[in-house]
């Protein structure tokens, strides 16, 4: 376990800001062509975060009733960074 357990996290933390931001751009992008693809992506979007959001609601009460709430949050960083990379690969 590393000397400073919260270090990991937060360089977690700012990579996926540093992919979002990616992210941002590449979906502004495909908004701004318009069309079919954006109107679909625009829908994606807003249902992906809404599913997000519930998953790591999940993850965190979860951690919290077994007693383990440090975990939810390594959790939520997880479930967030494959989210994000995989909307970079799309």
């Known amino acids: 376990m590393p000397a400073w ?3 990991t996290l937060a ?3 700012a990579q996926l800001a ?3 931001q990616q992210v941002i ?3 502004l992008s495909k908004l701004a062509a318009g069309g079919p693809k954006a109107r679909r ?3 994606r979007m807003v249902s992906e975060k809404v599913a997000a959001l519930a998953v790591s609601q ?3 009460l979860g951690s919290a ?3 383990r709430a440090g975990k939810g949050a390594k959790s939520v960083m997880s479930l967030y960074r494959k989210r ?3 909307n970079k690969r799309r």
């Open 65 to 67: 009733t077994r007693g």
């Open 84 to 86: 994000v990379a995989a």
């Open 11 to 13: 360089t977690q933390g």
């Open 5 to 7: 357990p919260w270090f």
């Open 58 to 60: 999940r993850l965190m």
């Open 25 to 27: 751009l590449l979906r």
């Open 18 to 20: 540093l992919d979002a």
């Open 41 to 43: 992506e625009a829908s």
